[in-house]
């Protein structure tokens, strides 16, 4: 089969190829899935877990991407709860071959059905950005209806996916971003915005819940705007400050089926809606991987027409 193959870590996206790899198997609980579109987050070049499996050994050349959308081909033994010809959408193990491929191998559960009027371009853009904003929403950050949330790079593909849950949840959202950023996390649900380019973070006032996907500096000082009993949720590693009276939580996202089929369901009747740049084929891959320009959206590659 065709796929995007990486080999050298410090090349980055730059040592992208096109190469034919052997089709893979299902194994126990797995499926093997016809991949019809797939999503990457260049991050991922950074993860030990693309270079390495679970014991530590290395697995290049490796195959990157972890968010597909396709149709079920194979079933592995013991596999249950899906089945040939179904259209699936989800996110892949981080430690194994990827969706930059023509097919993959996939954990059973950690895919869900994708309804036949959604995309499959769509379903590839919805695994990772949809299902962090979830968990961080709702598992680690426990959101409530009337709580005001700060959300950073509210224009972007994870924070437009928490502003328009959190909107829909009954928060009152404040969105951050550049100033090029305003109309678009205001047209994604954000009441308020901050330019943190040329406007005064703090004068947000204190907040029940900080979404932070910065970091550094902006994470530091988000802390301090977070209310006693309030959380502080990141997915930008170890949080270097904490709130004074309230939680500080990192996460890493995982897969979960019901929390898909209800991420499925708000796009299906519009009250989601995911952020989509590029479209590219697979031939064309590396050179969307590594545009000339900056890119608004996420980059999704058509693996099928």
């Known amino acids: 089969m065709k796929a995007i193959v990486v080999t050298d870590q410090a090349a980055g996206t730059a040592g992208m190829t096109l190469a034919e790899r052997p089709d893979p198997e299902a194994a126990g ?4 899935v016809q991949v019809h579109a797939s999503g990457f987050t260049p991050g991922e070049l950074t993860w030990p877990s693309t270079w390495t499996d679970r014991l530590g050994r290395d697995r290049t050349p490796s195959i990157p991407g ?9 079933l592995g033994y013991g596999t249950t709860g899906l089945s040939v010809g179904q259209r699936v959408f989800g996110l892949t193990d981080w430690t194994r071959d990827g969706t930059l491929a023509e097919y993959a191998a996939v954990e059973a559960r950690n895919l ?4 036949g009027d959604v995309d499959f371009t769509v379903g590839a853009s919805l695994p990772i950005s949809g299902l962090t904003a979830w968990q961080g929403l709702f598992e680690h950050g426990r959101l409530q209806a009337g709580q005001s949330v700060l959300v950073h790079g509210a224009a972007g593909g994870v924070g437009s996916m928490v502003t328009q849950l959190a909107r829909e949840a009954g928060a009152y959202v404040v969105g951050t971003g550049r100033a090029v950023d305003r109309q678009t996390a205001l047209d994604f649900g954000a009441q308020e915005f901050v ?15 900080v979404f932070d996907v910065f970091g550094g500096d902006i994470g530091r000082r988000s802390a301090g705007l977070v209310r006693a009993g309030g959380t502080l949720v990141t ?10 009276d309230g939680l500080a939580i990192d996460f890493v996202v995982v897969s979960d089926r019901a929390q898909l089929g209800e991420i499925a369901r708000r796009v299906r009747d519009g009250r989601l809606r ?32």
């Open 66 to 74: 972890h968010e597909l959308a396709g149709v079920v081909s194979a």
């Open 195 to 209: 330019d943190l380019e040329n406007d005064v973070l703090e004068d947000v006032g204190g907040v029940g819940l």
């Open 29 to 32: 609980n797995d499926v093997l």
């Open 235 to 244: 997915i930008a590693g170890p949080p270097e400050a904490r709130p004074v």
């Open 274 to 305: 995911t952020v989509i740049g590029t479209v590219a084929t697979l031939d064309d891959a590396v050179a969307a991987f590594n545009p000339t320009e900056r890119v608004r959206g996420k980059t999704i590659i058509r693996v099928r027409p």
């Open 112 to 115: 869900a059905p994708l309804p």
